[in-house]
């Protein structure tokens, strides 16, 4: 359905115009028309046209002027001018406007179906084209929620890999290299700094998410929210800078106070929120820590980190960023980041603190034990209590700088090392080793591929998996040729009877052992001894 306006001060023309596009089109038109330039911005203000036949000769306000109060509110109207003036009088000011036609007075059966036509089929495209912009923008408001929700996990889990959050960080939009967190936390009722009723606020919650996401979008606009998690929701809010400056914190307190009020006006559940940190992306779980523990340190509705004094203050040079970017380092196994960043954290201590030399040995061994302590929960390396006991005598017996910067690096890098070969798969070679170990040594027992896994304390899945991975053979394969392998032996070194050489070897079943030798090496034992190994295998 069309909907056609008709503006001429001459009846005549409006209904030459109504009958043919009736008879043309019959019931595909709605058709309204007005004779002055006012009432045919009070006709197209409630009827908002799509095509609107337009006279540039009218009384009162002209149809150049009618035209462009119609394109304010109505940019989709598709305007055709009728009128018995030399068009090039308005052509520009026509042109400007998004005129489609300019048809000459008395005007042919033939070139108003024309023009008609061709204005129905671009109104056809656009509503083609704005259902196709509508379905998408509808899925992707299904669809961003989860993103976002994706993203917050990540970053709160430390469940990412830098390529993961980078293509989160595109799929959102989102540029920024910084941010902070803002935590909305939920409940019955608050009792100090306790909400009480958690579980039955967070299933009377699953109802409102929709409506809280388009309140607290409307005072954070860029803001990325996760889903419910208990009692809380967490959102970060990017952060172009590293900081924010006073004015800017009173500003978030300030926009956060109204949401929260908003909140609890729009549900039945009662809100606080805290605010962290701006942090770099990958720290955001910082950002987040310390909105919970502002919230709390205080008794209010909305709480900012930097209002209540949590977290460590460092002296003014310190470089904090420093020794974030060396732990990171560690974190994701990289030695050579590690190793620059030592270096360039111990040339700041010998700057600023070369006389104090048991204060740099004491932060070394500080900043190693904590690369270590990483390394053993992410590295799976045994933890052996007594593995430390020469670190403090070695740097008390250092007499230079150079010695202790030679043993802070070398640790730190050595910690790397570790959490990278848990990355690379490089730790389940140690695993295996272990079990092919204990494979030899203990196989002319009647052991399983359990008793091995448990050894080596894994899964027996896992194991299996890991062991053919490693050795390309299955652990039936591999028991089984390191027998046959000791059996060649004492069959060609002693003079064991078969019985005792089957029993020697893991096989208490003389004909069994003698089956599984011939299929392995392919003569039997008593024709490999006969040969003294003179026959190959295979």
């Known amino acids: ?84 003036y030399d068009k090039f009088d308005y052509a520009k000011e026509a042109i400007n406007l998004g005129v489609m036609e300019y048809l000459n007075k008395p005007i042919e059966k033939s070139s108003i179906v024309s023009v008609l036509k061709k204005a129905m089929a671009k109104i056809d495209r656009d509503r083609e084209k704005r259902s196709s912009d509508l379905i998408i923008r509808e899925k992707m408001e299904a669809v961003v929620p989860i993103i976002e929700n994706g993203f917050i996990y990540n970053l709160l889990f430390q469940e990412n890999f830098t390529e993961d959050i980078e293509n989160y960080k595109t799929l959102i ?18 009792e100090g700094s306790h909400m009480t009723n958690a579980v039955g606020a967070s299933i009377r919650m699953q109802n409102y998410y929709a409506k809280i996401r388009d309140l607290v979008t409307e005072y954070f606009p860029n803001i990325i929210m996760g889903t419910t998690m208990a009692n809380k929701i967490a959102m ?26 908003k909140l609890q006006e729009k549900t039945d559940v009662a809100f606080r929120i805290g605010i962290g940190s701006v942090e770099p992306m990958e720290d955001a ?11 709390v340190q205080t008794r209010g509705s909305v709480a900012h980190v930097e209002d209540v004094g949590y977290g460590c203050e460092y002296e003014e040079n310190y470089p904090i960023e420093l020794e974030r970017r060396l732990f990171e380092a560690v974190d994701h196994g990289k030695p050579e980041e590690a190793v620059m960043t030592v270096n360039r954290f111990f040339d700041w201590m010998e700057e600023n603190y070369s006389d104090c030399v048991m204060d740099i040995k004491l932060k070394s061994l500080e900043f190693v034990l904590w690369a270590e302590h990483i390394a053993y929960e992410k590295g799976g390396n045994v933890y052996e209590f007594r593995s430390r006991s020469d670190y403090l005598p070695k740097l008390l017996d250092y007499s230079s700088l150079a010695q202790v910067r030679s043993w802070f690096v070398d640790k730190v890098a050595d910690a790397c090392r570790k959490v990278l070969a848990k990355k690379e798969g490089k730790s389940g070679s140690s695993v295996i080793e272990n079990a092919k170990r204990y494979i030899r040594d203990n196989f002319k027992k009647d052991i399983s591929l359990d008793d091995v896994s448990k050894e080596v304390q894994i899964s027996p899945y896992y194991f299996s998996k890991l062991f053919k991975e490693e050795t390309g053979q299955n652990f039936i394969e591999y028991l089984t040729n390191a027998r046959i392998e000791e059996a060649k032996h004492l069959l060609q070194e002693t003079d064991m009877s078969m019985k005792e050489i089957g029993v020697m070897t893991g096989y208490s079943d003389p004909n069994y052992f003698s089956r599984i030798f011939k299929k392995t090496i392919g003569v039997t034992p008593t024709e490999f001894k006969e040969s003294k190994g003179a026959h190959s295998e295979g």
Not at 285 to 295: D, F, G, K, R
Request: hydrophobic share 45%; net charge negative; glycine share 6%.
């Open 285 to 295: 779980i910082v950002s987040y820590n310390e909105a919970l523990a502002a919230l």
């Open 1 to 84: 359905m069309y909907k056609i306006m008709i503006a001429d001060d001459e009846g005549i023309v409006i209904d030459s115009l109504k009958f043919i596009i009736e008879k043309e089109f019959k019931d595909e038109c709605v058709i309204e028309s007005a004779k002055t330039g006012r009432s045919v911005i009070e006709l197209a203000e409630w009827f908002r046209p799509d095509i609107a036949f337009m006279d540039i000769q009218m009384p009162g306000i002209n149809g150049i002027d009618v035209m462009r109060e119609i394109r304010e509110n109505n940019s989709r109207t598709i305007f055709v001018v009728v009128s018995a």
């Open 173 to 190: 939009g989102v540029t920024a290299e910084y941010g902070y967190m803002v935590v909305l936390v939920f409940g019955e009722r608050q």
């Open 236 to 261: 970060l809010v990017p952060c172009e800078k590293g900081t924010v400056s006073y004015e800017e914190r009173i500003e978030i307190i300030e926009h956060t106070r109204k949401l929260c009020r």
